[in-house]
C-alpha cells in the first residue's frame, strides 16, 4: 500500500539494502517516450555512492538493467522495470545492529510495525532504495524533454552556511561543477570544507536542496488534494531524511502583507505572465505557466561514526558502535533525487491534465 | 482524480462557493464509532466564517445534515455523507470579476485547465471546500477519541509575530479562549491587535498553525512514498493558502549535528521513548510513540480590499476592486482544518496499520 | 473502500434504502459536457420504482438535485454531487426482519461483516443503491453522445423464456415500447404475462440482460488486468442479483474450434474490420471498434410474498414474512442500470486512453 | 494504469514474451507469512509450458528469482520482487507478424492503442504473463494456507465435453493425477484424446476451468462495486481467452423461483450454515462462510497452425502462416492460473476485512 507513486505515471519500488537488488516498475508511462539507456545509466552516476571524499565510500556500479516496457529504443505504454543488483553489500558490518535500536532511525519503528525487520543496512529504509526512483526519474525526465520542460536542483545550505541568491541570479549548471552541488563556486567550495570536518568529526550535518522546474504549461495540478505543490511536498518528504518542504514565498511568506505578496497578472507578447513570482508558479494549486520553485530541508543523517547509547529489541541499555560506509551530509547526492521526484510528479501531471477538457 | 484524501479511511469534498452547497462522503470508516452530532456541529462552528471581529463577515450557519451511513448513533461500516447547504452566498458580489483575473487567485488557472470555471466567489477553489474536511474530521475524531488520540493545533506566528515557546511549555487548551487561537495569552492579544489594523488597512497578512499530536501508537506510517510525514504534509500543503510545512526539528534541523540531533532510545516503565524529539515522533516515516509535531505556513490571502491591477481574459487591463467578504488573517480559522486533515491523515494509517501483520 | 468505481471517471456512492437519501459524486468528468437535466430525470423514470404491474409498487419519484459540479448547463470539471432524497420509505415494513436473516439476502454477512447494520429495507445492500448509478450513467451517457458512442441494453430471457435472435436481427428501440423492455414484441408479450403469473403465485424469477455498445473508438480497455471486458465483468457483476457474465461468444464459444471462432480482418472503405465477430469487439482486453456485445445473467430476487422458514441472529428458527413491495423480476427495471454502468466503464476508459501516447 | 491488480494485497506484473524477462511485484502482503520456495516453484512447474504433449512445446523452466520482501524464511512486510527470466524466446519466429494482424490476436488494438507494439510473440498481450501471476499467487496461497483456507481449480469443460457432475462428488485431487486436470478420470481420457486431435488437426478448441474455495471467513467482499463476486470476475475475465464468469447458480439460475434458488438459512454445532448453496457461497456480495463455487470459460486459443486469411499494417491481404509452440487447448494450463488469481483476490479481502470495525 506503501510502495507506489503517482496515479498515471505511476511508480512502485522494491528492495532492501542488503538484498539481492532494488528496482522500479514504472507503470503508465506513455508510448512513444525515446529513451537515451546512456542518459539513463548517467542520472545514476550522479546518485551512485562513492563519487567524492564527501559521500559515503560504498561502491555500488547501480547498473540499470531494462527488463521491459522499451521495445527499439522507446517505450511501448506497458510497464517500464528497471532492475539495479546489489553487489558491494556487506552485510556483515551489520550484525552489530541486529537486535540494537540505533538513535533516529528506523529500526524500532520497523521492528514494531512488522514485527521483524531486514536489519542490513536498514534494510527497506535505507536510502538506498532512492536509487530506483532516480532511474523512474530519468525516463520522466526524458518524457519532459520532450516537452521542454527543465528541472534543476542544486545545494543552497549546508549547516549553517546558506546561499542567499536567488536561483535568477545564478548558472544553475555551475552547481554539477563541483562536488557539493552548489552553483555558486565560492559557497560551494565553503560547503565542501565544512562537510569534509564535519566527516572528519565522525559526524553529520544537515542541508537544504532548492529546484527549479521552468516550461511547465500552465494547468498541472488537482484543484483540492492534490495540489501540485500538495503532491510536489508529499515526493519531496518522501525522500529519507527529509524534514521540511516549502515553495514559492514559503515560510518568508508569512510575513508578508496581501498587498506585497500578490503577483500582478501582465501580458507578454501575449502571454500571461506574473509581474512577481511569490506564487512559485502555482495558483490555486494548478502551474500557471512561471517558474515552479521550491526548498526541501534534510536532516543530518542518522548514522555517524562515534558511538552513541542506546536500547536493543529487549530494552536492555547498548552502545551502538559507529561502522558501516555513511555519507556525511546527504545534500549533494539528494540533488538527483530531488530532481526524480519532481521529474516523476510532473510527468504524472501533464498525463493527468489531458483528461481535463472533453 | 483529485478530490478524495486517504486511501482505507477515504474522504471525497465536493461543492463550490456559491453553488447549492458543499459536502463530503467518507467512506471506509469502520462500524461502531459512535457519532455525537453535538461534537460535529461544534467543529464546525469553530471554522466557520463571522466568529469574529477577525474573521470574514459572511454568515453561515455551516449546518451539517447526515445522509447516510450512520444508524443508532453509531457508523454502519457505509459511506457517511455529511451535506451542508450555502445559504448565504451573495453571487452577485462575484459579477465584476467573471472575466477578470484577480491577482494570485486561480481565476486563471482554472480557466485555462477547464476552459470555463464557476467564477462565483472562486467556485471550487474557495476555501469554503474546508468547511466538508472539518465535518469529516469531526468523524475521525471521534474514532481518534476511542484510542486516546488527541490533536491540538493552535497559532503560533501572524506576521512577523512569533511565539518562541514549545508546546510543551504552554496549556494549549488555552488557544480556544481567544478569537485568534494562540495559547500564549498576551501573544494571542498582539496579534489579534495585529491582524485589526491589517484588516483596516483594507489588506491580509500571513501565519502560521502548529499542531501536536499526542497518544499514537507506534507503527503509523508506510516505509517509501506513504511516509507519515509525506502525507501529513500533502494533507496540509492541501490547505488553501499553505505555503510550507516542517515537522520535527524541521528546517532549523538543518543546522544541527547528527550528534545533537540524533533522539537517544531508553526506557520508561517498561515502555521505549528518546530522550529528545527532534524526530518530531516519526521515525524512517513510522510513528514511534513520541508526540508528533508540525508547523504550517499560510501566506497572506490574496483577497483584499484594496484596488489591484490586474487583466481580464482577453488579456486587457482591468482594475480589480476589493469587494467581498474576506479574512484578513487566515489563521484563526484553520486551526480546525489542520486538525481535521491531521485527524484524517491518522484515521487512515490506523486502518492502514492493521494489515501490517499476518 | 468499496463505494467508488472507476479510475479517472470515478463514482462514489452512498445512501442507504430507507435513510435521508442516497446519491453520487462523480469526479474526474471532463469540463464542458452539456447536461440535459432533462435527460437526467427521463433516465431515472426509467429505472424508478412503480412503474407498471410488474415492478414493484413502492413509490419513488427519484428526483434528482443537483449540487456541485455543473455551471451555465455545463460540466466544470470538478466533482458534480447528485443527491435523491428518499421519500416513501416504510421503515416500520421492516420491523418483523430486524433480527431475522431472510434467506439469501444481505442480512446474515452484513450483521457478521460490520457487528451491527441498518436492517430498514436491506439498508446499504437494497438495490435502491442503483438510482445513484443511474444519475451517474446518464452524465456519463452525455458524454459518450458528443463522441457518437452508443449504447442499448434489453431482456433476452425471462425464466425459460428466451429470445433466439441476434441484436444484428432487430430494432433495439422497440425495447422500451413494451414493460418488459424486450425487443421482439411476441416474446416481449409471453415475459410479461409470465412475470405477471409469478406476482400472482408469490414468487419471483431470473432473467438476462443483453447489452451492446456501438461506436467506440479503437483501443478502449489497458492489456492486463483492466481488460475492457474484465472491468465491464466487475461492473456488470456489482449489479444487485447478478450471477454471470459473458461477452462475444460467451459460454458457447467454448464449444467452438479455433478456427470457426477466429474474426478474419478485412477493410471495408479504408476503415480494419472483422468478417465475424465472436470477439465481441474486444480483442486482448481492448475495443477494436466492432460492436461490443455482452449477456448479463439476473437469479430471481430473493424477497418472495410466501413465507420463509429462517433463523434470527440468536440462531432461533423464524418463519420470515413476505411483507413488503418488491419486484417479481428484475430484469425490466435492470436494463437501465446496465446501460448506466456500461456508460460510466466506457467514459472511464475514454478518458485513460487520452494518455497511451505521448 | 492497468497492470495492477488488488487494493491491499496489491500485485503488479511486467514484462514481454520474448523480452528479458517477466516478474511481479506484490505490494501490501502482510509480515511474517511463512515462504516455501520449493512449493513457489512447484506452482510455476503447474503452468510452465512443454509439461505433456496436450501443451505448447515451448520450453520454459520458469525459475523464479526472489530479490526482495522475504528475509530468514518470512515475508517483511516489504514488497516481494518475482523475477522470472525468458530463456527460450525465439524472437525470430514472429518476423513474419511484424507487420500482419493476426486474426483474433491483440496485434491490431496494441498497434492502434499505443501507435508502436512489441510484436514479438504478443508482446505484453502474450499469456506469458500469467507466470508473474503463478508466482505471485503462490505467496497468496501460503498467506491462505495458515487460515485453512483452500482453493481448488479442475477442467470440467473441452469442446462440447462437459463434466456434469458436481464438485461435491468427486474427489478433486484427482485432477493433478492426468495431463489435462479434470478430476473424472473417464471424461479425463475423452478430453485428452480429443485435444490431441484438435492439434493434429493444426486447430485449437475452447474449454471451462471450475473451481471451489473452501474455509473462507464470513466477511470478505465489499457491499458495492467490490463485491466479493465481482471482483473474482475481474480477476478471472482478466486472464487471456476468458469470455465468461458465473458462480453460485450462474446463468442456469436464471430459469429458476425464488422458492426455489433460495438457501435457507440453519445452524449446525451452533454455526449458521444454508442448506442448499445457489449463493455460490457470497451473499449481498459478501463471504457467508459456505464454499464458494464458480466456472470461467475460455474460448479457443486464437492461434492455429492453420493458414489464415488476414491483412498487414497498411490494409493489404496477407496470409498469415501458423507458425511458433502453442497449446491446442488452454484449459490444462489454465488451472493454476485460476487458482492464483483466486488466492490473490481472496488474500486481498481477507487484508480490507481487518478494518471493518473499530
Same mark, same amino acid.
Given at each position: 500500500m506503501s510502495n507506489s507513486f503517482g496515479k498515471i505515471f505511476k511508480i512502485t519500488t522494491y528492495g532492501e539494502s542488503h538484498g539481492v537488488g532494488i528496482g522500479v516498475i514504472i507503470d503508465g508511462c506513455p508510448a512513444g517516450v525515446e529513451v537515451d539507456e546512456v542518459l539513463l545509466q548517467a542520472e545514476m552516476q550522479r546518485r551512485?555512492?562513492?563519487?567524492?571524499?564527501?559521500?559515503?565510500?560504498? +561502491?555500488?556500479?547501480d547498473e540499470v538493467e531494462v527488463l521491459s516496457g522499451i521495445f527499439e529504443g522507446k517505450t511501448t505504454g506497458t510497464p517500464i522495470a528497471l532492475s539495479i543488483r546489489n553487489t558491494?553489500? +556487506?552485510?556483515?558490518?551489520y550484525s552489530h545492529i541486529k537486535d540494537s535500536y540505533r538513535p533516529s532511525h528506523a529500526d524500532f519503528t520497523y521492528q514494531e510495525k512488522y514485527g521483524l525487520r531486514d536489519y542490513r543496512g536498514g534494510g527497506r529504509s535505507s536510502a538506498r532504495e532512492t536509487a530506483a526512483r532516480v532511474a523512474a526519474g530519468a525516463i520522466a525526465k526524458m518524457f519532459l524533454q520532450k516537452l521542454d520542460i527543465n528541472i534543476a536542483a542544486y545545494v543552497t545550505q549546508v549547516g549553517s552556511l546558506k546561499l542567499d541568491k536567488s536561483y535568477l541570479e545564478m548558472d544553475l549548471k555551475k552547481a554539477e561543477e563541483n562536488i557539493v552541488r552548489c552553483p555558486d563556486p565560492e559557497m560551494a567550495e565553503k560547503m565542501i570544507q565544512h562537510i569534509d570536518e564535519t566527516r572528519k568529526n565522525r559526524d553529520t550535518i544537515g542541508g537544504i536542496v532548492s529546484c527549479v522546474i521552468q516550461g511547465t504549461p500552465v494547468g498541472l495540478g488537482e484543484p483540492v488534494f492534490d495540489k501540485l505543490h500538495a503532491v510536489l511536498g508529499q515526493a519531496m518528504l518522501s525522500i529519507n531524511a527529509v524534514k521540511g518542504f516549502e515553495y514559492g514565498?514559503?515560510?518568508?511568506?508569512?510575513?508578508?502583507?496581501g498587498s506585497e505578496h500578490n503577483d500582478r497578472f501582465e501580458t507578454e507578447d501575449g502571454k500571461v505572465k506574473t509581474a512577481t513570482n511569490h506564487s512559485g508558479g502555482i495558483q490555486g494549486g494548478i502551474s500557471n505557466g512561471q517558474d515552479i520553485y521550491f526548498n526541501v530541508a534534510f536532516k543530518p543523517i542518522a548514522t555517524i561514526m562515534n558511538d552513541q547509547e542506546s536500547i536493543d529489541k529487549d530494552g536492555n541499555k547498548v552502545t551502538v558502535k559507529g561502522k558501516g560506509r555513511h555519507d556525511p551530509c546527504v545534500v549533494p547526492r539528494a540533488v538527483p533525487i530531488v530532481e526524480a521526484m519532481a521529474a516523476i510528479t510532473i510527468a504524472d501531471f501533464l498525463l493527468r491534465a489531458k483528461t481535463n477538457k472533453i
Open positions: 551512485k555512492p562513492g563519487q567524492s571524499k564527501i559521500t559515503t565510500q560504498r +561502491k555500488e556500479e558491494n553489500q +556487506k552485510s556483515k558490518d514565498s514559503g515560510f518568508e511568506g508569512v510575513k508578508m502583507y
